[in-house]
């Protein structure tokens, strides 16, 4: 393509540097920071632990999500983000194994350059296999942008996000069905369908590669 995007420190199809340590929060059962590039996020797990009252389940275990910024009060955005977290992480936790129970996990965003949603899930995720939490799959997330000129860029910065992106997709995989269809798809902006197929496509082969680096981690760990 003639005007092609061409970013300065890597191909569009390729993740920032990804890092991961496990076992920060002293008091929780299980904690992973999650960072791809400049992009940074911690999660905490607790639970099994002793449901509220009022929210009790005779058959299965809550899941409570509290996503707190690092200053300031919560706004629309971050409620909107624990309900997708909520969505995704009372699907993967078997929660039919610890009736009467809940677990909570706390989200906190040390730095956002781009990317904080997947980042997000892909930090829980790993926080839930450091807490020993009995889980369905693993799951893994990527964020991917379309271009002012129908590039497709994977794990956007903040400022390709403000500059470049026309629309932009954050998309999860579980690792036992990865060939098929997202368990998770964030869409915001202007796009055809076909473009989104492209956009699934290209995340999916990202989340593959993600997968590899996250269990050769945890096996280290």
Not at 26 to 46: K, P, R
Not at 55 to 72: C, H, K, Q, S, Y
């Amino acid at each position: 393509m003639e005007n092609e995007y061409k970013r300065k420190d890597r191909e569009n199809t390729k993740t920032r540097e990804i890092k991961i340590s496990n076992g920060l929060l002293v008091q929780a059962d299980g904690s992973s920071q999650y960072s791809v590039g400049n992009t940074t996020i911690l999660c905490g797990v607790y639970g099994p632990i002793e449901a509220k009252p009022f929210e009790e389940e005779l058959d299965r275990a809550n899941v409570e999500i509290e996503f707190r910024p690092r200053t300031g009060t919560t706004n629309t955005g971050d409620r909107w983000m624990e309900f997708a977290l909520k969505s995704i992480f009372e699907s993967e936790i078997l929660v039919y194994m610890h009736p009467r129970t809940r677990f909570k996990l706390n989200f906190q965003p040390i730095s956002d350059d781009g990317s904080l949603e997947s980042a997000a899930i892909n930090s829980g995720c790993i926080a839930l296999i450091n807490a020993g939490v009995p889980l369905s799959t693993m799951i893994c997330a990527t964020t991917v942008i379309v271009t002012t000129n129908g590039d497709i860029l994977v794990d956007p910065t903040a400022e390709e996000l403000l500059n470049n992106a026309v629309s932009s997709h954050t998309i999860a995989f579980s690792k036992t069905n990865i060939d098929s269809s997202p368990v998770y798809i964030n869409s915001k902006g202007k796009f055809t369908r076909e473009k989104y197929q492209e956009c699934e496509s290209v995340s999916r082969e990202a989340c593959k590669k993600i997968l590899k680096f996250l269990e050769s981690t945890l096996e280290s760990n």
